[in-house]
Structures are given as structure tokens and as C-alpha cells.
């Protein structure tokens, strides 16, 4: 300010310390607007408050407003992707959702001055549009964050504990897949005719055989694959339970990757975009190729492959153990740090060779007979693996 500019201001007792706020600058302030601010410092003072320390903490908490120390979080999560610790999308997920439904509502309050139900009437505008799991998930990121503030004495508590068993439980999506064998000699035979992008028909032929979350599948990476050993190690961050899991390659796998290598060995994906090989299949890409096949997603889908798999090789007779670990299922937080990738791996290696085998009898012949041969190379197997135990996996 240039010299000589007049300012209001009030002198005053608290605590028996004579203490000196400003009101403002004349004539940006005038009297009747500096009459009202220092009745309102009066009325402070009358309720044993410090003017000078009551406006302190205002403006503090106007610095740590909620989109404030939320993008602070967000950016703490940066080292943890560089290192291989968390996946980007989660990062971008959260940024997302956060940007998307969160902020215009709350991100310009402090976060210290947000109650528990105006965060819960937030987040029912969500469920409103059918979005309960979007819902959960913006919760679980707001905790995140109030969590974060409680580390850096913003706030005294995460308030989103009290939100406990008030939000909708997210409806349950069942992936539709085909679990007739009649009509998946019709799907086999339908993907052998895919006249598309020959990257985009290995893959459905490769989903079939691995059975993994679809998402795992296109963002395959050559460096994970150890073709000699004949084996698919995906990484923690790459899979949804965040645990590392092995996919043992049958010979017909084998065959279709080495394909692959001609095609996009020279890239990072398996399955690179067409127009961007540094970037993998869109989404959108296996379901779409379905549906040109003359498969509705009501009817099957590329996670629905994961359905077909469990299914028929319940019934083929193999152990629900293996399945279950070959399908990475269910890795529960009590688990995690106790579990072991390889576990049944000589079973599984035989069960995915057996599948494989399976899926070929029936495109070529159209025929199931071969249940009965699997069920009995399963037996045999078992009657082995309990004949001696300590039997090195299969190589």
C-alpha cells in the first residue's frame, strides 16, 4: 500500500493483554462497514473469544478447504505407482471420482466445517443415478481423505465412520456366460470365423483359455510372460485383489503367443491398440467382437468366460481348490499376505492343459465325449499327487 493510507482498526483487552486487529482500508472499507466488523469483534470478545486468533483460524481453515487436502492425498499416491505399489488407475479412478461427484458439493468447504450428513446427501445423489458402488467407492476415497487430515491436525476424526450401514449394498452383477457345451461349440467356432483384427481374435481365443478378468488380459505385457517355462506371472497391481497370480500356458496357448510375437513382439502389450501400440485394447474391443459375432452381452461376455470355465470344470470333476485358485478368487484382507500363487500349481498346470484339450474336442468335433477321458486324467492325478506328496510341480 502507498504511504499514508488510513486504516481501521480496533484496540483491545483479552486476557489482560492489550492486542490490535485491523478492520480494513479506508476508503475500500467504509465507516459503516468498519462500524459492523468491529461490532462483530465486540461480540467475540464478549464470548471470551480472541478477535486476532478467532480470524487466524478462519483463514487456516479456508486454506485446508476438502479439494485442497484431497488433491495433497492424490498426489502422496504418486511415488507409490512410480514404484509398481499401486495401479494408475487406481490413482485415476479416485481423481475421477472425486472431481466428478465430490468436489462441486464440497471441495471450497474446509474440511474441518463438513458434517457427516452433508457428506451422506452427497453420496445419495449418487445412489439416486443407480450408481450405488460408485457411491461406495466415493466413501471409501472421502475416507481417504479425512484420514489424510487427521494426519495433519486438520480435522479430529473421519467422519464417514458414521456413515456405517447407511448406504445401499451395491446390486450384484452376474457376468452372463455360456455354460451349455452345446452352444459354446457354436461361440468356439464363431470365434475361429472372426474376420476382424487377428489381435482381437487371439485374444478372445486366449480369454477362453485363461479365463482371467478381461482387463488382466488386455493389458498383458510381454515381459510377464516366461514362454519356456510355459507361464503367465501377473503382477499384485495388476490384478484386482492386489495379490500376485500364475497362469500356467497349455500348448495351445503357447501356440497362439508365439502367433502374437509375430504381430506385436516388438511392442510392451500383447495386445496393443491398432492406431497407438503403446497402449493396450480398449475395453470395449472383446465385447464388441462378441456382439459382431452374433453373441449379445445378455448372453455371454468376456468376463462371462471366467462363468463358463468354473462351471464346466466343476462338472468335468476337477477340485474346487484349484478352480478357485486358478481364478484368483475371493483374496480376502485376512489372506492376502499369507498367500501363496502357487498353490496346486502341478494340479492346475494338468487342469489347464486338460481345458484347453477340452475346448478343442469340442470346436472340432462338436462333441462332449470327452468329459468322461478328463474326469480320469483328473483322477489319475489326484491319485498320484496323494501317492506321493512331495512330487515336484510338473514341468
Known amino acids: ?29 467504509n465507516l459503516a462497514t468498519a462500524r459492523l466488523l468491529h461490532a462483530d469483534a465486540r461480540g467475540l470478545l464478549a464470548r471470551d473469544i480472541d478477535p486476532s486468533a478467532d480470524r487466524k483460524e478462519r483463514r487456516a481453515a479456508s486454506a485446508h478447504t476438502f479439494e485442497v487436502v484431497a ?11 512410480a514404484k509398481g505399489q499401486l495401479a ?27 458434517k457427516a450428513h452433508e457428506l451422506l446427501m452427497v453420496l445419495k445423489q449418487i445412489e439416486l443415478k443407480g450408481l450405488r458402488h460408485t457411491a461406495r467407492r466415493a ?64 485374444a478372445l481365443k486366449l480369454a477362453l483359455l485363461f479365463f482371467v478378468r478381461p482387463g488382466e488380459l488386455r493389458k498383458a505385457r ?13 503382477p499384485a497391481k495388476c490384478m484386482k485383489a492386489r495379490v500376485q497370480h500364475l497362469v500356467p500356458l497349455s500348448r495351445q496357448a503357447l501356440e497362439l503367443l508365439l502367433k ?44 462371462g468366460f471366467r462363468a463358463t470355465a468354473c462351471t464346466l470344470l466343476n462338472e468335468l470333476g476337477w477340485r474346487s481348490e484349484a478352480i478357485e485358485r486358478q481364478m484368483a478368487h475371493g483374496v480376502s484382507d485376512s489372506i492376502r499376505r499369507h498367500y501363496n500363487y502357487a498353490q496346486h500349481l502341478p494340479e492346475r498346470r494338468v487342469m489347464m492343459q486338460a481345458w484347453a484339450d477340452y475346448l478343442d474336442g469340442l470346436r472340432t468335433s462338436g462333441s462332449t465325449g470327452k468329459v468322461g477321458s478328463l474326469r480320469e486324467r483328473n483322477n489319475r492325478f489326484q491319485q498320484r499327487t496323494l501317492a506321493s506328496p512331495q512330487e515336484p510341480p510338473l514341468e
Open 1 to 29: 500500500m502507498p504511504r499514508g493510507s488510513k486504516w481501521w482498526r480496533f484496540r483491545y483487552r483479552f486476557q489482560h493483554t492489550e492486542r490490535m486487529i485491523s478492520l480494513g482500508v479506508y476508503p475500500g472499507v
Open 71 to 81: 488433491r495433497q492425498w492424490l498426489k502422496l499416491l504418486q511415488p507409490r505407482v
Open 88 to 114: 494408475a488407475d487406481t490413482v485415476k479412478d479416485a481423481t475421477r471420482i472425486l472431481e466428478r461427484d465430490i468436489f462441486p458439493a464440497l471441495g471450497i468447504r474446509s474440511i474441518s466445517d463438513i
Open 139 to 202: 466413501k471409501q476415497r472421502c475416507s481417504r481423505v479425512f484420514r489424510h487430515a487427521i494426519g495433519l491436525g486438520y480435522v479430529e476424526r473421519d467422519i464417514t465412520e458414521d456413515l456405517r450401514g447407511l448406504l445401499e449394498p451395491p446390486q450384484v452383477r452376474h457376468r452372463p456366460g455360456i455354460t451349455d457345451p452345446a452352444r459354446l461349440v457354436e461361440l468356439l467356432r464363431a470365434i475361429d470365423g472372426y474376420t476382424g483384427r487377428e489381435v482381437i481374435g487371439i
Open 222 to 234: 510381454w515381459r510377464q510372460f516366461d514362454l519356456p517355462a510355459a507361464q503367465w506371472r501377473i
Open 260 to 303: 502374437l510375437r509375430t504381430i506385436s513382439g516388438d511392442g510392451e502389450y500383447v495386445f496393443p491398440l491398432l492406431r497407438d501400440p503403446a497402449r493396450p485394447l480398449h475395453g470395449a474391443a472383446l465385447g464388441g467382437a462378441l456382439g459382431s459375432l452374433g453373441f449379445d452381452s445378455t448372453e455371454v461376455t468376456p468376463h
